[in-house]
């Protein structure tokens, strides 16, 4: 898999402000197949950090329901994604993901 290919965007939330403050972690959104050797090869060689520690997660993705006159509501399930959470090393910064 490519690089370039790996890493979508990073998230910025409330959440993953606190986490860069805090813990110097930054939330990232990656391909499905993608793991944790290649979202670290990815983020030290895109951004020239060194990667200690990469958490990836499963995001399920979101039921609705689809109602209409007359019809039987529908569930229909959202798109999943995976969500990768990676923690470098202490006094390093992600300056494309700073809030």
Do not use: C
């Amino acid at each position: 898999m490519e690089i370039t290919e790996v890493l979508r965007h990073g998230i910025i939330t409330e959440k993953s402000v606190k986490l860069q403050e805090q813990h110097n972690q930054y939330t990232f959104k990656v391909a499905p197949e993608a793991t944790k050797i290649d979202v670290r090869r990815a983020v030290e060689q895109l951004f020239n950090v060194k990667v200690l520690k990469v958490n990836i997660i499963n995001v399920p993705g979101k039921k609705r329901v689809l109602r209409r006159r007359g019809a039987l509501p529908r569930v229909i399930h959202g798109q999943r994604w995976k969500k990768a959470i990676v923690t470098i090393q202490p006094g390093q910064t992600i300056e494309a993901l700073k809030a």
